[in-house]
C-alpha cells in the first residue's frame, strides 16, 4: 500500500515560519491536499491541488510539491495554528484515498 | 451550504456490525461529480479512510478493510450509509463523513464526527 511519511512534531517560534513535510516516492507526480485538525474538532481542508487554497482560509497557508516531497509551509505563525496536519492523496494504481500519519505543530 | 451529519451507536460489541448514516444537505448524491467518503480516526492516531461512493453508485473500499465494509446511498442522495462488520476494539474512533468531489479527490467539508467505542 501506498504510505505518506510525515514528521511526527514540528515546533515553531511565533511570527515564524513552519513547513511540514510530507514524503512518498514520486510524490511530485500527484495531487496533494492539506488537512488541519484541532483538538475536539473534524479536520479542515486547508490546501488542494498541492497549493491552491479554498475560500477563507489566509495567504499564510501555502504548499508546493515536487519530487518525493510535498511542503505545507505556514508564515508568521500564531498560537491558533496549533494543530495537527495531515496530507493525502488520491492513489490511482490502488484507487485509494490515503492520509500521512499526521504532524502536530508546536507554536512555542 | 454543505453539510454533512453522521449519526449511529456510540457503542458497540465485539463482532457486532455496526451501521452509521451520514445526512447530508446542501448538495445531492444525484450530481454529477459529487461523492462521500467515510473516515475514521482511532484515539490519538492519524486518519484513516475507510470508503466513498460516487453520484454514479461507484464504490470504493480501502483494500485493508474491503471485505468488512458496505457503503450505500438512498435513492434520493441524502443519505449514505456505512456498515462495518465484526466489530473489534481496535475499530473504536471518531467515524466522519465527508463531501468529495471527483476533482479534486479530496474531502472539502466534513461532519462533526460521531464517536464509536467497541466493548464487551
Known amino acids: 500500500s501506498y504510505v505518506l511519511t510525515q514528521p511526527p512534531s514540528v515546533a515553531v517560534a511565533p511570527g515564524q515560519t513552519a513547513r511540514i513535510t510530507c514524503r512518498a516516492d514520486n510524490l511530485g507526480d500527484t495531487n496533494v491536499h492539506w488537512y488541519q485538525q484541532k483538538p475536539g474538532q473534524a479536520p479542515l481542508m486547508i490546501l488542494y491541488?498541492?497549493?491552491d487554497r479554498p475560500s477563507g482560509i489566509p495567504d499564510r497557508f501555502s504548499g508546493s510539491n515536487s519530487g518525493n516531497t510535498a511542503t505545507l509551509t505556514i508564515i508568521r505563525a500564531e498560537a491558533g495554528d496549533e494543530a495537527d496536519y495531515y496530507c493525502q492523496v488520491y492513489h490511482n494504481r490502488g484507487e485509494e484515498w490515503v492520509f500521512g500519519g499526521g504532524t502536530k505543530l508546536t507554536v512555542l | 451550504q454543505i453539510t454533512l451529519k453522521e449519526s449511529g451507536p456510540m457503542l458497540v460489541k465485539p463482532t457486532q456490525t455496526l451501521t452509521l448514516t451520514c445526512t447530508i444537505s446542501?448538495?445531492?448524491?444525484?450530481?454529477?461529480?459529487?461523492?462521500v467518503g467515510w473516515i475514521r480516526q482511532p484515539p490519538g492516531k492519524a486518519l484513516e479512510w475507510l470508503a466513498l461512493i460516487y453520484w454514479d453508485g461507484d464504490e470504493r473500499y480501502s483494500s485493508s478493510l474491503k471485505t468488512r465494509l458496505t457503503i450505500t446511498k438512498d435513492s434520493s442522495g441524502n443519505q449514505v450509509v456505512l456498515t462495518l462488520t465484526d466489530m473489534d476494539p481496535v475499530d473504536t474512533g471518531t467515524y466522519y463523513c465527508?463531501?468529495?468531489?471527483?476533482?479534486?479527490?479530496?474531502?472539502?467539508?466534513w461532519g462533526q464526527g460521531t464517536v464509536v467505542t467497541v466493548s464487551p
Open positions: 491541488y498541492d497549493s
Open positions: 446542501g448538495f445531492s448524491l444525484t450530481t454529477n461529480g459529487v461523492g
Open positions: 465527508a463531501h468529495s468531489p471527483l476533482n479534486p479527490r479530496a474531502f472539502d467539508v
